[in-house]
Nanobody, 121 residues
Framework: QVQLVESGGGLAQPGGSLRLSCAAS??????????MAWYRQAPGKQRELVAD???????NYADSAKGRFTISRGNAKNPVSLQMNSLRPEDTAVYYC?????????????WGQGTQVTVSS
């Protein structure tokens, strides 16, 4: 089992930046046998993919995130981060870290509890 905890959320002004981190504990897993992603959910809306990175290192971004956000792979203790620049009010949401581990130990699909990002002047 793996537990994920997001951090780095908070209040930012439009045009500002935040960096989200995802800390992992529990089973030590191979980040190169894992896919990782950031999702977000705004009030009254469905959870949506923001960015992901596969086990080969290829990245994918939602159109709304392209050119502004960067997803990065780290290590087993901090497997993934999200650098968010040029923030907009519509980026306000709870952001969730997701890790899919394809091999043992730790095989499974894991979510963090979320971190609130609020973009407002």
């Amino acid at each position: 089992q793996v537990q994920l905890v997001e951090s780095g959320g908070g209040l930012a002004q439009p045009g500002g930046s935040l960096r989200l981190s995802c800390a992992a504990s529990g089973s030590i897993f191979d980040i190169y046998a894992s896919a990782m992603a950031w999702y977000r959910q705004a009030p009254g809306k469905q959870r949506e993919l923001v960015a992901d990175i596969d086990n080969g290192g290829s990245t994918n971004y939602a159109d709304s995130a392209k050119g502004r956000f960067t997803i990065s792979r780290g290590n087993a203790k901090n497997p993934v981060s999200l650098q968010m620049n040029s923030l907009r009010p519509e980026d306000t949401a709870v952001y969730y870290c997701n890790v899919q581990i394809f091999t043992t130990p730790g095989r499974g699909n894991y979510w963090g509890q979320g971190t609130q990002v609020t973009v407002s002047s």
